[in-house]
């Protein structure tokens, strides 16, 4: 079992920047894959970053590139999400997830990740 918790979560404006962390505890090894997913009211849970095999391979969403950095900390088994130029649109709950991917496996799917944090609100004012 791994356990996640994220923090960071918070109310800022447009434009602002946000840091989210989750911290892993657990059978850690268990993983080779960490992400963010995030879900606004009365839509799906959609993919934001994540970040796979010790750090080496990233991959965002088409709507938070160049805008989300997605990095982690292996001694502390932390993943952050550095979030900038914050847009109300950005306004969900962001859940952290860990799972085992294989190479033919999308890190984008929710499906590929077996633990899931509580979530942390993070809503971006106008």
């Known amino acids: 079992q791994v356990q996640l918790v994220e923090s960071g979560g918070g109310l800022v404006q447009a434009g602002g920047s946000l840091r989210l962390s989750c911290a892993a505890s657990?059978?850690?090894?268990?993983?080779?894959?960490m992400a963010w997913f995030r879900q606004a009211p009365g839509k799906d849970r959609e993919f934001v970053a994540s970040i796979c095999w010790s750090g080496g391979i990233t991959v965002y969403a088409d709507s938070v590139r160049g805008r989300f950095t997605i990095s982690r900390d292996n001694a502390k088994n932390t993943v952050y999400l550095q979030m900038n130029s914050l847009k109300p649109e950005d306004t969900a709950v962001y859940y952290c997830?860990?799972?085992?991917?294989?190479?033919?496996?999308?890190?984008?799917?929710?499906?590929?990740?077996?633990?899931w944090g509580q979530g942390t609100q993070v809503t971006v004012s106008s």
């Open positions: 657990g059978r850690t090894d268990s993983s080779n894959c």
């Open positions: 997830a860990a799972g085992k991917i294989t190479i033919v496996d999308s890190p984008r799917s929710p499906r590929n990740y077996a633990y």
